[in-house]
């Protein structure tokens, strides 16, 4: 295995440019009777051409087999290893709400409930409550429980019935089982830390928890709140200390703007549109080295089974990605963090295609010419761990020396 | 990961034998306005032979995105893991001058430079001396300065105001300073060891170097030496301890030559011309059960940007191999230890075409029929580290048990 101390002796900086264009979920499968995926499907003249100057490839995000959730295929795409940085399941929900993490925080997630005079769950999910219902609840706990000394507590409605809850304070651990006991009938578990800084972090969570039942006793269905996937807030190495690029997030959606700010990226402001997503691009190419540009909506489709929409996703990314010759990056990347198959409508294990394009000519070219899973299984980046494909493009922007003499 | 001891149980030793050609800096790219590659282009009948009737391939020396030096990319086709084993830069510079070293040796790269009246460096490269000059100030210090007791010293001429120090003795320790400042107008650092027997090295060190101080004070530009890339010369398990097989190196350049002894191999006599080396290896045939063929000028044109001439090298050793087929050896390997591309005119981190052939007809064919980079890439080989080309060739030479029943 390589690890980051092994590359951080051979970073060189210079000006060149890498952009990273992520189209979420982007690798697919033929619906039955198609023999085409949706990348195959969509016509994408402008992919096409910079896999045919280029190269292409599969990246396998995690390992082969496994189907990633965002979190760990975005660190993948930054070079991370993303069974190593693991994020807890309570800090990538606080990502997803755009909350800003410090290293003195542990997340968890929350659920609204329904429980019975005896204590038991009847309703995990409080009935599926709306998200208006949740904010006004969440702004009820906020004005009414008050913890102890030495700690700060933050409630964020997600959607429906669910919440995020952070606790800030020095000394905090992130060592807490799910409050959740996962079926109807069992009253909620105590919240227990496994050692010494995770069990001061439960008697917080034990005092929000009693005032919240109080507070809540007369909001039946939602009348309770269970948490799950407590975990403390690790700060990562910064892609400018693992790399030395100066690096800088468009996304659109808070989990990946989050993300993106877990490893240390500049977040601009939310773009409103694929224009907008253009002109951040342009207006801040000088200040930066590394470009982290996502699309949500392949994904999005790819969940809801819609084949077609997706397709249409794609050729409005192709269409939006004919602009970046103007600004002619040292290299370019397309590719997504993991496959979304509408036949599927959910993450899948497949790999995912990639493209890379070298402005200076230093990609060995290979026989793909368009932009597509099969097309890419032919490609001279061949099959690999996704959080090569960084070190790839670094490498074609010449911004490694030489290992060893 | 796979480490020795795991194949080192399933070791068999039988009459095989297994040939490496390798054509240093082998890989390539085309050159603007091309589409092939110096391989590609070149004429080579024989070795497109070898391919169609074995299998091609390509391999990452380090890792993918990597550029190697020439000292891990050979540890790695001898199928040391290259980032485990690592060779530090003083050894490396003393292979390099074909000096023969011992276990009980640190290896420190030198530069005459210049100092003015205060000690403060003023041309870290003396004025880049001629190599008889060098030759002539090394002649001096050996002749003048004496080390108290306990240490003996080699100085050795490298070229210009290069010079290699060894340092030999009991108990002696690598982990020393650099004592070159990196910039003029700074004195240089004084040399400080980090543990116990560093520290019995850093003294000697001193010792040295106040009385070089001494001897070359007339002797403007180069009245001072800077000392960098200190390393103990850790004794690698030998290709006989690792896999069983007697090796022999037939290589005119001596960092190759330094190499292969690095790991235990028989150097033959530095041969004079392609005839000679050919002359060699049928004389020592029967002698050997592993065979390292070094082709230097490959990589000499692809770092002089020369593409032609690569073209040309590559095509004087295919005719060279078609003899191998007169000895028949069980196993042809044909592969570089790094790509040196002519239009980057520097070592670079593609990966190397390979070819592996099997006078029993053991390797599974595929429809790889010409010897390059793009039809390697739809080889039977894959795309894979190249540390493991050498356990897949043992394979074919049928020297492993299966492992487990």
Known sequence: MMNAEVWK??????????VFVIMDGLGGLPMPGGDKTELETARTPNLDRYAKEGIGGLLDPIYPGFTPGSGPAHLALFGYEPVEFNIGRGVLSALGVDFELTGRDVAARLNFCTIDKEGKVTDRRAGRIPTEKNEQLCEKIRREVKLSAGVEYFLQTESEHRAVLVLRGDG?????????PQETGKKPFDPKGEDDTSQKTARYVSEFLTQVKEVL????????????GFAKHEEFPSMEQRYGLRSVAIAQYPMYR???RLVGMTVLPVPKD??????QLKDNFDQYDFFFIHFKKTDSYGEDGNFENKVKVIESVDEWSARLRELNPEVLVVTGDHSTPALLKSHSWHPVPALLWSSRGYARRD?????????????????MPMKNILLIAMANAERFKKFGA
């Open 367 to 383: 026989a793909v010419s368009k932009f597509g899973e099969s097309e890419c299984l032919r490609g001279n980046l061949g099959r």
């Open 258 to 260: 989050g993300l993106a």
């Open 172 to 180: 905090l651990g992130g060592d807490i089982n799910d409050t959740d």
């Open 274 to 279: 694929f224009e907008e997503m253009w002109k």
């Open 217 to 228: 006793k007369k909001d039946h269905p939602a009348n309770f709140i269970l948490a799950r």
């Open 9 to 18: 002796d051979l970073i060189i900086k210079n000006n060149s440019k890498i």
